[in-house]
């Protein structure tokens, strides 16, 4: 996809095209943040960005491409080290913009996850809890309860949902929920990847106070603990 979309700049008609057609435009920008290579995720948000600019209002934009801005930007912030605050309020900024245009469980989750790696107290903030109740909603109208549930990331956004509000009962029911769903192990992956980046970060924004809270560990705590190195230990094992 990135070697056609060069050739096709070379030809200054074709080019005009496909700068503006949305479809080329956001397969491109996605193959290069895959890819990864120098350079690639800024020229990938530089097409989107173009994209964004050349359109008058938000329906006239796939909330696709909206979302992946804010997914190569948490991208970016994440390779950092979490040092990259400048990408993670971006990244908040995108997904908070997809969420707004069309109020669905990906960037909802998404930004309720960054939301909570910059916020100390997220049970404090009220459009995390807007989130929270939207996202409830959502989920809602695929099952009555976890059991109903049956598709991977929507067990996978329960789980995070939970998680990032401490409630670690219903954590540790989605945990087992999705072992028994037997995913692909790139799935688990995904998920675990997300709570070590929320881990890391909340560590470096407080280590001191996280240390004086982790001296008093519930119960239900401690089963979480034992899902997340379970899973974890599962997923690179066979790596």
């Known amino acids: 996809m990135i070697k056609l979309n060069q050739r096709c700049e070379q030809l200054l008609e074709i080019a005009k095209k496909i700068r503006n057609n949305m479809m080329i435009s956001y397969l491109t920008a996605f193959a290069r943040s895959r890819r990864n290579e120098p350079g690639d995720r800024d020229e990938a948000l530089s097409i989107l960005e173009h994209l964004c600019h050349t359109k008058k209002t938000e329906s006239e934009l796939s909330n696709d491409v909206i979302c992946l801005c804010g ?3 948490k991208d970016k912030y994440t390779e950092s080290f979490c040092q990259d605050q400048e990408s993670l309020d971006k ?3 995108w997904y908070r913009r997809g969420f707004a245009a069309d109020p669905n469980i990906y960037a909802g989750i998404n930004l ?3 939301l909570a790696i910059k916020t100390e107290d997220l049970k404090r903030n009220n459009e995390a809890y807007r989130i929270i109740i939207q996202l409830n909603a ?6 009555r309860s976890l059991r109903d549930l049956t598709d991977y990331w ?3 956004t329960y789980f995070e949902l939970h998680a990032v509000q401490r409630d670690w ?3 540790c029911l989605a945990a087992l929920h999705m072992y028994l769903l037997n995913p692909p192990i790139w799935y688990l992956k995904s998920t675990i990847n997300n709570l070590k980046i929320l881990h890391q970060a909340t560590r470096m924004r407080n280590q001191k106070k996280l240390q004086q809270q ?3 560990i519930s119960d239900d705590e401690d089963v979480y603990s034992f899902w997340i190195d379970h899973q974890v230990h599962f997923v690179y094992e066979i790596i």
């Open 91 to 93: 990244a908040i900024e």
């Open 138 to 143: 959502l989920l809602g109208k695929k099952g």
């Open 169 to 171: 009962s219903k954590a």
């Open 71 to 73: 997914r190569i930007y």
């Open 112 to 114: 309720l996850f960054l």
């Open 214 to 216: 982790r001296s008093i």
């Open 154 to 156: 929507d067990v996978a």
